[in-house]
């Protein structure tokens, strides 16, 4: 089945750092779904990118989705202790939610 | 605060047995997600109700039911627990069933199986 690959597993930064990260996929997928999961809380949606080639910005986030339409891109600038979290991807060839296929995350430490 | 309530929190129970998780989902929103979170597997997709109806299955075992009450509260019940069972759940709510509208996680509820 479809699968996602995040990289880096995880990360340790000094706060202030700038930061990118990216999910690559073995299929086309038509939609790109960035989450940031707090330690005991569910996901919460950053950025959603709809189009190849799209550039999206939330605050200091910064999210791509790739032109081949199998990867997409996180960047962080400037961070700062809160941004600390587990971030997953997740994609899909449709609109419908059930079709979603979520990275396995990528795990961020930011060192005041 | 998501506006997506989870009870219980936490679970523990043995092997087995049968429990029931609970979920209210946001304030208008009609369809909400079961998900199982667990350490191999990653977030998997469990099944979808959409204004009272299933709308969708994914990898749900034939063990776990659910489903959504008229005033769109859902439950996701778990019976015949195996130790693989142990897992965090999560409930997500959104106003329609798909992209662009945004889909909101409760907090979940964590199920440990002994």
């Known amino acids: 089945g479809q699968q996602l690959n995040q990289s880096p597993q995880s990360m340790f930064i000094q706060e202030g750092e700038d930061v990118s990260m990216n999910c690559t996929s073995s299929?086309?997928?038509?939609?790109w779904l960035w989450y940031k999961q707090d330690p005991g809380e569910g996901p919460v949606l950053l950025i959603a990118?709809?189009?190849?080639?799209e550039l999206t910005s939330n605050g200091r986030l910064t999210a791509q989705f790739g032109i081949t339409r199998k990867d997409s891109f996180l960047n962080i600038s400037a961070s700062i202790p809160s941004d600390v979290g587990i971030y997953f991807c997740?994609?899909?060839?449709?609109?419908?939610?059930?079709?979603?296929?979520f990275g396995p995350g990528t795990s961020l430490s930011v060192i005041p | 605060d998501s506006g997506v309530t989870q009870t219980p929190k936490h679970l523990i129970t043995a092997t087995g047995q049968r429990v029931t998780l609970r979920c209210s989902p946001r304030?208008?929103?009609?369809?909400v997600y079961w998900y199982q979170q667990s350490l191999d597997q990653g977030l998997q997709f469990l099944i979808q109700?959409?204004?009272?109806?299933?709308?969708a299955k994914g990898n749900i075992l034939e063990r776990f039911s659910a489903q959504q009450f008229p005033d769109l509260h859902s439950e996701l019940n778990l019976s015949s627990l195996e130790l693989g069972d142990s897992a965090l759940y999560f409930c997500?709510?959104?106003?329609?069933?798909?992209?662009?509208?945004?889909?909101?996680f409760g907090p979940g509820t964590r199920l440990t199986v002994l």
């Open positions: 299929s086309i997928f038509n939609t």
């Open positions: 990118l709809y189009k190849a080639g």
């Open positions: 997500a709510s959104s106003v329609w069933d798909s992209l662009p509208s945004t889909q909101y």
């Open positions: 997740a994609g899909h060839e449709g609109t419908s939610y059930d079709k979603v296929i």
């Open positions: 109700y959409y204004n009272g109806e299933e709308r």
């Open positions: 304030s208008g929103d009609l369809s």
